[in-house]
């Protein structure tokens, strides 16, 4: 009987090693078993991460697209209102001429005794853009 049915023995005709063992057979079932789970789980919350992600990254995509329209607009923004502070500061208005223009503002400015944070060059550049 022992050599057919090894599991179907009482307890007491096992020795102690066989007990061992197939308390810690049983016990090491239970563990794969919880690890399976675990594992299931983690896979699960991966995909989710993962979907997340892409909608993330579409969403910065998107937003990315926006700001740069946006900026190129402030900046068009920015360009025109050089243009009107320049115009304004000057008795006739601009001439047309980037460098004269971009010259006698730095030096109504220069006699206010404000320093402009670019050059000539760049405050030059920035009236040509504009028109």
Same mark, same amino acid.
């Given at each position: 009987? !022992? @050599?057919?049915?090894?599991? *179907?023995?009482p307890?007491?005709?096992f020795?102690q090693l066989? &007990?061992k ?8 079932? =239970?563990?794969?078993?919880?690890l399976?789970?675990?594992?299931? *789980?983690?896979?699960? #919350?991966?995909? #989710?991460a &993962?979907l !997340?992600? &892409?909608?993330?990254?579409n969403?910065?995509? +998107?937003?990315?697209? =926006? #700001?740069?329209a ?6 068009n ?9 320049a115009? =304004?500061?000057?008795n ?7 460098? =004269? ?7 109504? +400015?220069a006699?206010?005794n404000? !320093?402009?944070?670019? @050059?000539? *060059? #760049? ?7 504009? &028109?």
């Open positions: 009987m !022992e @050599g057919n049915f090894p599991n *179907e023995q307890a007491f005709i020795n066989e &007990r063992a197939l308390l810690d057979s049983q016990k090491l079932l =239970t563990d794969n078993e919880k399976v789970m675990d594992n299931q *789980e983690l896979l699960a #919350t991966l995909d #989710t &993962r !997340e992600y &892409r909608k993330l990254k969403k910065q995509k +998107l937003d990315l697209e =926006t #700001t740069m946006t900026g190129k607009k402030a900046h923004l920015q360009l025109k209102l050089i243009q009107l502070f115009g =304004t500061m000057l006739n208005g601009l001439s047309g001429n980037n460098h =004269t223009d971009a010259g006698k503002i730095m030096g109504k +400015l006699q206010a404000i !320093e402009l944070p670019c @050059g000539m *060059e #760049t405050l030059a550049k920035y009236l040509k853009q504009d &028109r």
